[in-house]
């Protein structure tokens, strides 16, 4: 699977690197922030989309907004290590397939992108 990853964070954007490589999948393109993400997903159209939530210039909200707007089947995973429950419900209402809570542990992002593999090749989700 092809996935683009997007966090301000080198460290996290790293980190993330590492673990969608370890469970297989491609690395497609990189961001660091909202309005990145939602220019490289338009170029690259990939498979699935790991975010952070709070970024600078366009948060991951604006970002998942815009996304799924130009693309409503688009399969986007936002993350945030601030423990908001309103977050997580709008990121939900906006259509994200998860919403997980930093640091987030490699066999959950595994779990998680087992679950949009298995989407992807119509299996149910």
Do not use: W
Not at 11 to 40: K, N
Not at 58 to 83: F, K, T, Y
């Amino acid at each position: 699977m092809n996935v683009l990853i997007v966090d301000d964070s080198e460290a996290s954007l790293q980190y993330l690197r590492r673990v969608v490589v370890a469970c297989g999948h491609t690395v497609v393109g990189e961001a660091r922030d909202g309005a990145g993400a939602v220019r490289q997903y338009g170029a690259l159209r990939p498979d699935v989309v790991v975010m952070d939530l709070i970024m600078p210039t366009m948060n991951g909200l604006e970002a998942l907004r815009e996304i799924r707007d130009a693309d409503p089947a688009a399969r986007v995973v936002l993350a945030s290590s601030a423990q908001s429950s309103d977050a997580a419900l709008e990121a939900e209402q906006l259509g994200a397939r998860f919403f997980l809570y930093k640091p987030i542990e490699q066999e959950q992002l595994a779990h998680v992108l087992d679950v949009l593999a298995g989407a992807q090749d119509g299996q149910a989700d």
